[in-house]
């Protein structure tokens, strides 16, 4: 497993509620650059935690579905064909998975986005 930070829960909360903290209200230029780098380097790690936080459930639940536990489990060094096989879809299928999720939230913050550009342009908003 990799791991980018603080192990618990609360603490990756913590620091989302954190996060969303330092954006709620923030308008555009309204950022030093010296702000606007720290912000950039935090959303950065935020994302580098989640990803590896995705890998390792998809390793976990793949893993524990897939491969053959119990007296043979680890009798071999390589994996069975049909281990290789379980694997490699069960890992496609969280990835289509998250994907199609990543493709649906940036659907919605664009139209969201969009909106809110609309309300600015209108007068007396």
């Known amino acids: 497993k990799i791991s980018l930070g603080p192990k618990s829960a609360a603490g990756s909360r913590?620091?989302?509620?954190?996060?969303?903290?330092?954006?709620?209200?923030i308008q555009p230029g309204s950022l030093?650059?010296?702000?606007?780098?720290e912000l950039m380097k935090h959303l950065?790690?935020?994302?580098?935690?989640a990803q590896t936080s995705l890998y390792n459930h998809v390793i976990d639940e793949c893993f524990t579905t897939c491969c053959q536990t119990g007296w043979r489990g680890f009798?071999?060094?390589?994996?069975?064909?049909?281990?290789?096989?379980?694997?490699?879809?069960c890992a496609t299928k969280y990835f289509m998975l998250f994907q199609r999720v990543g493709f649906r939230f940036a659907e919605r913050n664009a139209q969201q986005t969009a909106l809110m550009q609309q309300n600015l342009q209108q007068p007396g908003s």
């Open 14 to 25: 913590r620091s989302r509620r954190n996060a969303a903290r330092k954006m709620n209200g």
């Open 75 to 89: 009798a071999s060094k390589s994996l069975e064909e049909s281990e290789k096989s379980c694997l490699d879809k």
């Open 32 to 37: 030093t650059p010296r702000e606007e780098q």
């Open 44 to 49: 950065e790690l935020e994302q580098m935690k």
